[in-house]
Nanobody, 121 residues
Framework: QVQLTESGGGLVQAGGSLRLSCAAPERTFSDYAMGWFRQAPGKERAFVAAITWSATRTAYANPVKDRFTISRDNAKNTVYLQMNSLNPEDTAVYYC??????????????WGQGTQVTVSS
């Protein structure tokens, strides 16, 4: 069992930045690729970004490319999502996940509880 805990969400004005964190108090954390997803009201959960266990490869959804950056610190068992140039369309609950067989369909074995990000115009 892998318990994931997100933090760092909040209310920010359009154009602002936030950094989300996802902690996993498991010494096997470094074995997992990690992903960030988001779910806006009335919409399905959608892929945002992913990073391999070694952080050598990353992937981003088109709406966040060049604005968001995923990174990880395996020594701290933490994965981050730096979000810049936020706009109201980024408003959603953001989730981190591990052991994903299909990022596009959000098929993952482990999920955090989510953290709310609200961007005001």
């Amino acid at each position: 069992q892998v318990q994931l805990t997100e933090s760092g969400g909040g209310l920010v004005q359009a154009g602002g930045s936030l950094r989300l964190s996802c902690a996993a108090p498991e010494r096997t954390f470094s074995d997992y690729a990690m992903g960030w997803f988001r779910q806006a009201p009335g919409k399905e959960r959608a892929f945002v970004a992913a990073i391999t266990w070694s952080a050598t490869r990353t992937a981003y959804a088109n709406p966040v490319k060049d604005r968001f950056t995923i990174s990880r610190d395996n020594a701290k068992n933490t994965v981050y999502l730096q979000m810049n140039s936020l706009n109201p369309e980024d408003t959603a609950v953001y989730y981190c996940a591990a052991v994903c067989s299909d990022y596009q369909t959000a098929r993952c074995d482990y999920w955090g509880q989510g953290t709310q990000v609200t961007v005001s115009s």
